[in-house]
């Protein structure tokens, strides 16, 4: 299953995102993968830290690639880029970890980004759960679903991978990706409280209605904006107000 995000417009371009993308491209051009993965029976060391930056294949790459070109885009919108980057870290130190706890006998080798990105879902599940989707099952595609529906079908088809791995040989991080999503869960609605939203709200407020145009509060949607006033969003069907203080929603 595969989870297309519609448009979620940025203020600011994704600097860590694009050089982490190339980073891990510029990785797949190494002799051996092997060296830098993290085995559980092995000591402890750099590869706790490096494996999340090496994918498997080239195609595990470009989906990883298209996940972070996405979603991880406007995580590192809404909490800086140097943050973003620590998270980065946190999330793939935090899969490896899991992976140690499940499987601490195990002499599987493990690389690849998607614990990490599966933390930074769990951050948009909470930061953005309006914005519309695209769900792609093999030939079958549902378009226009709101995010927080297909990010949970995504994470519950993670667990019941995880649940089909303990009874085969396969060792793979299936329970990294859960755990990493709920933990990212936690600290997106962190981030809320701190207002983080607010204030990326208040810069595209500013920057958006130079060019006419308002974002929708709930999908983040462009509507064209003549003046202030009532509006109403085609894609989410929500009514909102807009003044020179902000933005309030209609019932």
């Avoid at 930056?53 to 080239?58: H, K, Q, T």
């Avoid at 990493?180 to 936690?186: E, K, L, T, V």
């Avoid at 085609?234 to 019932?251: A, E, H, I, M, S």
Wanted: net charge positive.
């Amino acid at each position: 299953m595969f989870v297309f995000e519609k448009a979620n417009q940025k203020f600011r371009f994704p600097i860590i995102t694009f050089c982490l993308i190339v980073i891990t491209l510029c990785t797949q051009f190494l002799d051996s993968n092997n060296t830098y993965a993290f085995t559980p029976q092995k000591e402890f060391g750099f590869s706790l830290f490096s494996s999340f930056f090496f994918n498997s294949s080239f195609v595990e790459w470009t989906t990883n690639a298209i996940y972070l070109y996405m979603f991880a885009d406007n995580i590192e919108d809404v909490i800086g880029p140097l943050k973003f980057f620590f998270l980065f870290m946190f999330f793939g130190i935090l899969t490896n970890l899991t992976y140690f706890l499940f499987h601490m006998n195990s002499i599987v080798p493990v690389v690849g980004t998607s614990g990490v990105i599966s933390g930074f879902l769990g951050m948009y599940f909470v930061f953005f759960p309006k914005v519309k989707s695209t769900m792609v099952f093999e030939k079958i595609a549902f378009k226009d679903v709101p995010i927080y529906f297909s990010l949970s079908i995504w994470i519950l088809i993670q667990g019941y991978l995880y649940f089909v791995e303990l009874h085969s040989e396969i060792r793979s991080t299936y329970a990294g990706q859960v755990v990493a999503f709920f933990i990212g869960m936690i600290l997106a609605n962190g981030f809320v409280h701190h207002k983080y939203l607010d204030r990326l709200e208040h810069n595209l407020r500013l920057s958006t209605f130079q060019n006419k145009t308002v974002l929708c509060p709930s999908c983040n949607h462009p509507i064209p904006a003549k003046k202030y006033g009532r509006f109403h969003c085609n894609v989410c069907q929500t009514n909102f107000f807009f003044d020179r203080k902000g933005k309030k929603f209609l019932p």
